[in-house]
């Protein structure tokens, strides 16, 4: 991966862009996968024109013959930094959409508190894959133990909210976050689902686990 980041600088059509390991669970996980990794890019996209992956990765998948998973997303609403960048733009809080979804929830945990967030995870990403309308998740970092993310995808924005704000586990997790001053960094962010190519583990990401 670390080769990747030279054409990824010098792409001229992305204008944000991380290399993330992955976890071996579907979320925030202690155990990196190190067959698993994942590419974000944000790219300044005309309206008529398609973002087109560097030559160069291209080429290295293909000749590795990697599996491939690939969406083409767009934000409609969220909030927060990375790298103390609003790196998708800015976003509304709310939209009224409510079909399909994808979600990216990242932070950057203090280092003072990776006791603290690492005892809830589990317990929270057991509640995730059983929630109504979830469909997949895939954990991913920058980091081990303290750059995290998960990107997850659901049937609606409605279910996601519902786990998000009414599940004990989670909301209570989201009331600590805040009280103990968990994260240095943190977003969150919505996205529609355009297009998706590709498999994951053998599967489309958009069938629920079972």
């Given at each position: 991966m670390a080769v990747f980041r030279l054409p990824m600088a010098a792409h001229p059509g992305i204008r944000f862009w991380k290399l993330l390991g992955c976890g071996r669970n579907g979320t925030f996980d202690k155990?990196?996968?190190?067959?698993?990794?994942?590419?974000?890019?944000?790219?300044?996209?005309q309206p008529g024109t398609r973002h087109q992956t560097p030559d160069?990765?291209?080429q290295w998948w293909k000749f590795f013959r990697c599996e491939l998973c690939t969406f083409i997303l767009e934000p409609i609403e969220g909030h927060g930094t990375w790298d103390n960048q609003p790196c998708f733009g800015k976003l509304p809080r709310q939209t009224d959409y409510d079909g399909m979804i994808a979600v990216l929830t990242r932070a950057t945990i203090?280092?003072?508190?990776?006791r603290r967030f690492w005892q809830h995870v589990e317990a929270v990403a057991q509640r995730m894959t059983q929630a109504e309308g979830f469909i997949s998740s895939v954990g991913i970092g920058e980091v081990p133990w303290i750059k995290q993310a998960t990107f997850s995808i659901w049937q609606s924005k409605s279910a996601m909210k519902a786990f998000a704000y009414q599940s004990y586990q989670h909301s209570d997790v989201i009331r600590k976050t805040r009280t103990e001053d968990w994260y240095s960094e943190e977003m969150f962010v919505r996205f529609v689902i355009h297009n998706v190519s590709g498999t994951i583990n053998g599967r489309s990401p958009l069938e629920r686990k079972t």
């Open positions: 155990t990196p996968d190190w067959r698993q990794w994942g590419v974000l890019s944000v790219w300044n996209v160069f990765l291209t203090r280092s003072g508190k990776l």
